[in-house]
């Protein structure tokens, strides 16, 4: 087995997350030496020995400037193994660990472990620097002996057989991995294997044939002795090399002196998957989830005892709350849509305690604006007939009849719009959601109400050309209960003047663009 | 007061449902009461207890989704001292449902806590997730039994569920202990293998069990016949690791 797909001395790093072991709460947390968060203070893994500022040297190294310098491969001479050895020779105590998702420290030859791989009994012998050990590593033991109940077994032992007779040591039953086969990779080429071919190449592993039976012998099966795992670990990946990386066997000069293409193999690369979730564990720390998950609580207690909102809004609160405490509960994926609904909540309470504010602030000071607008008109209306003839003309048009009809119709619609805004104003104030950002709608009710019944008046003129005439009459209530509604309902009269205007004005456009929305 | 183990691995296929499966007949056979309760909308639980999760009426998202609905009407006795609360196709439904629901984390305590179900074991099969259906078994649960295939993506997953752990111990169930790590699908000649299992007593020491579930025909064919591996094959390697884990699991109360 190759130390590339061995997972010897990193099931700590594969499998215990950034904070360590949950059932062990008192160790420290193991540093992760690739994958995952590092631990605090400490750079992720690998950053530590990247030189910072770049020389001209480096930088041309790592962006060749020639087809030729892109590809050519990474040769292991002596001199430079020889330096490899001596720069990191705590590296090559260090098997199976293959940082290959970034690219190597360039004032260092590619790494080539030259050493036969250790067994297990040696490995955990061999003394390691410490520093460049994974931290597993360092307190490796060999593990006990898998109890197998073989068929065998089964046959000799009674039920009553305790377990431990059935223990032996592990170095009896586990073969050391340096018996394990060595043989270099597969040398393809560039030629590309075909699997469906009916010829073989000769170099190629021989597919079974479709139907073959299940019981054919599993020697006919097996591929060529020479395709083996690799035995050395494979070189970096260079700069832009794609999704393969390119390794070299240097126990093989043929495949030394074929660089240029033949005798390479095509590995896979350790692709970096994992580096989403790197992100998201430096981006969204524990730190962070915790900080969101008390926020929950206390705005889960703040709307529980929130007196401003509706029994609905808190409701709502409520529901969100346990929808974003849900979200976070998945995964540290949902934290922005879980912060979303807590920012939501939160908003929603502070809202709610200032339109609480703004309800006996605003909302009071605005009844009383409209109150003495209401008195002021109801005077206008009952002392109008004495005021009427001061307007009039005396010719056909200003008549004193109809000066007076204009004046109580105009006074009807603000009366009509200060009671709209009386009746608004009472409702928020009873349910405490005024908001302040309409108090221009409250303040200019009363003259916009005034404006309308001005505008009933000369609409109906124009309806009824005998406007003198109908002020004899009772159609003269008519326009004062008109002129009421329009300033009551002054938003839906607007609406019904722009869609008259539009009409007049640009009606054919109106018409097409109606067309076009429908 | 039962022992409450729920069964857990982010992972698919790595023997969940077959370790509660035989552990719960492994611990029936020694004489206790067990409760097998089935989480995973696959519902593989129920299926190899020979129900038909399609047409069942009251199941584990009868009690997951309505709040008066009892949990010992739902119950079936499926073998002698081995009772079941079936699964669903519904539960892939419950997730989204359950997430407007409140305290939805907690609503299977709640319902066993309501219930009182006279068992001595309570063994939870969850999804191949992390999602409110496992974290209702982990807070649920007193112990939590890790099932990782010996392989290298199983141990990856691992990773996952101790994260989910760290969550539930701190903001819902701080009791939440490990039962333990069993190795599944051990297959003895291979180095791999052998490898992984180091690594997870490397790892968790002595909370992994000193016997492994051997990778074996027997472990396959069992749900097919609807029998657990312990009547399936009574002699097979898996069956005895079975009993040999209801023996540790039963002698540590």
Redesign the interface.
Known sequence: MSDESSVAGKGAEIMLPPQGNPFKKDEPPKASKSVGTPAEGVPPAGLEEEPMDLTPEDIAARFPSTQDERNAVPVASGDAAASVETATSGDVATPGVVDSARPPVLNKAPRFDLEPTPSLETFAATPMDAAASPPMAATFEAPAEPIMVTESMAASETAATPVDSMAAPISESIPPIESAPTASAPTVGFQPYNPFASAPDAGAPSAPALGAPASEPAATREISPTVAPVSTPPAPPRQGSGSTAVSVDVDRPDEIDRLTGRGVTLDFVKTPVTEDEFILQMLITDERVDELWDRIEKAEKMAINDENTSPKQRSENLESLKIARNLLLGGKRNYEDATRYVVEVESNLIYGSRVHRWSYSHGILLLVYELVWLVLLVLGIVSGPNFAPNFATGGELLTREFVLTIMITMLSGGLGGVMKSIYSLTTHIIKRDFDRQHNLWYITGPIVGLGMGFFVVLVLSIGVPTIGGAAEGRTVYVFYVLAFLVGFQQNVALRLVERAIKLFFSGGEEKESEEKSS | MPRQIAVANQKGGVGKTTTVVNLGVALAELGAQVLLVDLDPQAALTATCNLDPYHLSRTSYTVLSRDNTSLVACLRTVWPNLHLLPGSVDLAAAELM????????FKLREALNRARVPVDYVLFDTPPN???LT?NALVAAGELLIPVQCQ?LS??S???L??????V???MNPQL??LGVL?TM?R?HS??S???????????ED?VF???I?DEDAVAQAPVAKKSVLTYDP???SA??YR?LAEVIHHER
């Open positions: 359950m997430a407007n629901i409140p305290n939805a984390a992390l999602g409110l974290v290298y141990m990856r691992v990773r996952a101790l994260e989910t752990v760290w969550l111990h701190k903001k202990d490990l190795a051990y003895e180095d791999h052998r490898e992984v299992l180091a690594e997870l007593r490397s790892v968790f909370k000193d016997f492994v051997p002699n097979s390697a005895k690791a040999q």
